[in-house]
């Protein structure tokens, strides 16, 4: 069993939990003494050394964002705060078999399973999902057909990004180009011609692709 936390130092553990699942690392000492109004950062270490004492945290001295959390098996009323995939520094992100007009994205018969991604290569509030490529049309921007992208709701977008874009009943993986008020959504392979965006209403933009994932068999 975990020892009983103060209210300091379980204040102090939940602000580094939310900080790194806003930011996907931990905060430093000095963002730590900030937030608390502690003057010292040999003050916030002795807060630090009390919860590496008491099996939550474990500290990488010679780092200055070294924090981590310890593994622990053994549920508590403190450890209830934590889910499994933030204690091991992951994400999952849902792997959608579909993407369709008037049905939330991340609806329950959407979904196919997920896929386990490193908390540092991605924020918890990105509110990700995975989609797997059909086609070829994107082979020059590295991306092939059975890939999954990794794809933001949230991040804006700008020309030049790759997006995923659903065109009536169709969702596709393009290049995002803007101009003279006209979006174009642009192949990455010269066998494909661009698509104009005459009829606004058949499009909407569902997010930016911010990673691939890809086996090798």
Partial sequence: MKKQLTDRQEEILVFIKQFREENGYPPTLREIGKKFEISSTFGVKRHLDALVKKGYLNIESNASRGISFQRDTEESQETKLFKIEDDYGFHKVPILGRVAAGVPI??????????????SFMKKSENCFALKVKGDSMINAGIF??????????????NGDIVVALLEDDATVKTYELKNKMIRLLPQNPNYNPIEIIDIE????????????????
């Fill in 145 to 158: 057909e059975g890939d999954l992208v990794i794809v933001s709701s949230k991040r804006d977008v700008v």
């Fill in 202 to 217: 058949s499009f909407k933009l569902i997010g930016k692709v911010i990673g691939i994932v890809r086996w090798l068999n």
């Fill in 106 to 119: 991340l609806a329950e018969e959407n979904i196919e399973g997920s896929i386990v991604v490193d908390s």
